[in-house]
């Protein structure tokens, strides 16, 4: 049996398939956990969330920035859906829309598994974050999206503020600090105060702005962490954290990491030759 998490896939689906078949992967005895943001950018994002969806008795998903955004967008009337890129609008549009919405809200933001002792958040956590304070952060917004009430948070939830994560954030403030800090943090300074334009690679940054894993001071988890949804970090693997965006729909791979294995195991396959990175780079 073999466990292995997926980067961002981005509507990447024939680099998906081809993984996959690299992988071997028989859910007779395998598991999958993607790291989020299965849609948006790569051209088939509405047969990359039937492929998971029908794959969901043998894998978990932590939700992306994009994946909620297209459950934003899905709150929104028709007319105004109408509007969006062709992409999603295959995705808003579908017969079985509603059934692919109702389990993409059920989702996760943050997965652990104490046996494997691997964590999985699409971005990160917030620097002063135990484990146990990061799932309970996490828990609270999953059980706000699987409820009735999630109307309420998905049309209030964008926005850059609150851009700290703070205990003392109550009600819409507060879930949206984490879902801030779990699903669009790569940058934040010693406070864990996240900057939302710093978008490059390490050394890029202005001063006083530190990748969310090097802050100083930043809680020390007994646990490894795998994560996606920075490209321009690329692959990388130090201070417990696994990132494995490596950049798929922008040219570059689509990368599994294998979790049950004692040596770090990376199995990637290359982009399709017709994706490149657009002027105006990530987000």
């Given at each position: 049996m073999a466990t292995y998490a997926i980067g961002d896939v981005q509507g990447c689906y024939p680099e998906l398939q081809r993984l996959?078949?690299?992988?071997?992967?028989?859910?007779?005895?395998?598991?999958l956990w993607f790291c989020g943001d299965l849609v948006n950018r790569g051209g088939q994002s509405l047969d990359t969330l039937r492929l998971i969806h029908g794959l969901r008795e043998y894998s978990v998903v932590t939700l992306g920035?994009?994946?909620?955004?297209?459950?934003?967008?899905?709150?929104?009337?028709?007319?105004?859906?109408a509007r969006v890129n062709p992409e999603l609008r295959e995705v808003l549009f579908a017969d079985d829309a509603p059934v692919l919405f109702e389990w993409l809200r059920s989702q996760k933001l943050l997965?652990?598994?104490?046996?494997?002792?691997?964590?999985?958040?699409?971005?990160?956590?917030?620097?002063?974050?135990?484990?146990?304070?990061?799932?309970?952060?996490?828990q609270e917004v999953e059980r706000?999206?699987?409820?009735?009430?999630?109307p309420r948070l998905l049309r209030n939830l964008f926005g850059n503020r609150p851009a700290l994560w703070s205990s003392r954030l109550q009600g819409l403030d507060?879930?949206?600090?984490?879902?801030?800090?779990?699903?669009?943090?790569?940058?934040?300074?010693?406070?864990?105060?996240?900057d939302f334009e710093a978008k490059g690679a390490p050394g890029t940054q202005k001063a006083g702005l530190y990748p969310w894993f090097e802050v100083p001071g930043m809680r020390r988890r007994d646990t490894r962490i795998v994560c996606g949804h920075w490209s321009a970090l690329g692959r990388f693997a130090g201070l417990g954290v696994h990132a494995i965006d490596t950049g798929c729909v922008w040219g570059g791979q689509l990368t599994a990491l294998r979790l049950d294995s004692?040596?770090?195991?990376?199995?990637?396959v290359n982009a399709e030759p017709y994706r490149k990175r657009p002027p105006g780079g990530e987000d």
């Amino acid at each position: 049996m073999a466990t292995y998490a997926i980067g961002d896939v981005q509507g990447c689906y024939p680099e998906l398939q081809r993984l996959l078949d690299k992988l071997r992967f028989d859910p007779a005895q395998d598991r999958l956990w993607f790291c989020g943001d299965l849609v948006n950018r790569g051209g088939q994002s509405l047969d990359t969330l039937r492929l998971i969806h029908g794959l969901r008795e043998y894998s978990v998903v932590t939700l992306g920035n994009h994946d909620l955004s297209l459950l934003a967008i899905a709150q929104r009337r028709p007319d105004a859906q109408a509007r969006v890129n062709p992409e999603l609008r295959e995705v808003l549009f579908a017969d079985d829309a509603p059934v692919l919405f109702e389990w993409l809200r059920s989702q996760k933001l943050l997965h652990h598994d104490e046996q494997l002792n691997w964590t999985m958040v699409h971005a990160g956590l917030a620097p002063l974050w135990t484990l146990r304070q990061a799932q309970r952060a996490a828990q609270e917004v999953e059980r706000e999206l699987s409820s009735p009430h999630h109307p309420r948070l998905l049309r209030n939830l964008f926005g850059n503020r609150p851009a700290l994560w703070s205990s003392r954030l109550q009600g819409l403030d507060r879930q949206r600090a984490t879902i801030n800090t779990m699903t669009r943090m790569r940058y934040c300074d010693v406070n864990g105060r996240i900057d939302f334009e710093a978008k490059g690679a390490p050394g890029t940054q202005k001063a006083g702005l530190y990748p969310w894993f090097e802050v100083p001071g930043m809680r020390r988890r007994d646990t490894r962490i795998v994560c996606g949804h920075w490209s321009a970090l690329g692959r990388f693997a130090g201070l417990g954290v696994h990132a494995i965006d490596t950049g798929c729909v922008w040219g570059g791979q689509l990368t599994a990491l294998r979790l049950d294995s004692e040596e770090l195991q990376y199995i990637a396959v290359n982009a399709e030759p017709y994706r490149k990175r657009p002027p105006g780079g990530e987000d």
